[in-house]
């Protein structure tokens, strides 16, 4: 199907953990963004792509690893999960950076 | 680097009248403004968007004004309806660079 896709939709980790949140897009978009939702702060960036091969820190890169080795994935690791980490994780395309951005369905990331 | 800020928190409106969503950005070389809706649960969705050479731009019910010198962009809503309810997010993109979004409105309108 063509779109933007996460997966999982829901995880429960344990502190310390590695976990990998993915997503995927067909649309051949250039720019991906993964962003943080947390009640009270809104949507939070956490990093950036404008092209394969080239990422760059958001608004709270802390904790997080990502990499895009392919323009249509976008793989989000937290490296040694902290329940300050338990949130909504949402990834989002879009074909330059001022233009519409599309989102992913998000993941409900759970950390005890 | 970029920061947006965005009023209210939330905001109570009846059924049919109108309401505003005020953002302020820090950045003056922004020239991208988005406006999301995200109704519960579900993801959010482009609504309305202006650029900077623009002061002004409706689709139907809904508009979106740019003050350039002010810094300062809002939403205007008329004629709301239940349907209207959700939270909504103003964001600012600084050229072809990463979007920041406010923290969010969380529109209730009552029937």
């Known amino acids: 199907d063509a779109g933007i896709t996460q997966s999982p939709r829901y995880k429960i980790t344990e502190t310390g953990r590695q976990v990998t949140l993915m997503c995927h897009q067909t649309?051949?978009?250039?720019?991906m963004f993964w962003y943080r939702q947390d009640l009270g702060h809104g949507l939070r960036l956490i990093y950036y792509s404008a092209a394969a091969d080239i990422t760059d820190k958001g608004e709270v890169p802390d904790g997080y690893v990502v990499s895009r080795s392919k323009t249509e994935n976008f793989p989000l690791t937290l490296e040694s999960a902290t329940r300050s980490q338990t949130s909504v994780y949402f990834c989002?395309?879009?074909?330059?950076?001022?233009?519409?951005?599309?989102f992913g369905q998000g993941t409900r990331l759970t950390v005890v | 680097g970029e920061n947006v800020e965005q009023h209210p928190s939330t905001l109570s409106v009846q059924e049919g009248d109108s309401a505003v969503i005020k953002c302020t950005y820090s950045?003056?070389?922004?020239?991208?403004f988005p406006w999301y809706k995200q109704e519960l649960g579900k993801r959010p969705q482009l609504i309305i968007d202006?650029?900077?050479?623009?002061g002004e731009k409706k689709d139907q019910r809904i508009a979106v004004t740019l003050n350039k010198t002010a810094k300062h962009f809002s939403l205007h809503i008329t004629e709301t309806q239940p349907e209207d309810s959700a939270v909504y997010f103003c964001?600012?993109?600084?050229?072809?660079?990463?979007?920041?979004f406010g923290t969010g409105t969380r529109l209730q309108v009552f029937p």
């Open positions: 202006i650029r900077s050479n623009v």
């Open positions: 964001a600012a993109s600084l050229n072809t660079d990463k979007l920041i």
């Open positions: 989002a395309s879009s074909d330059r950076g001022n233009t519409e951005a599309f």
């Open positions: 649309w051949s978009h250039s720019y």
């Open positions: 950045d003056s070389a922004s020239n991208y």
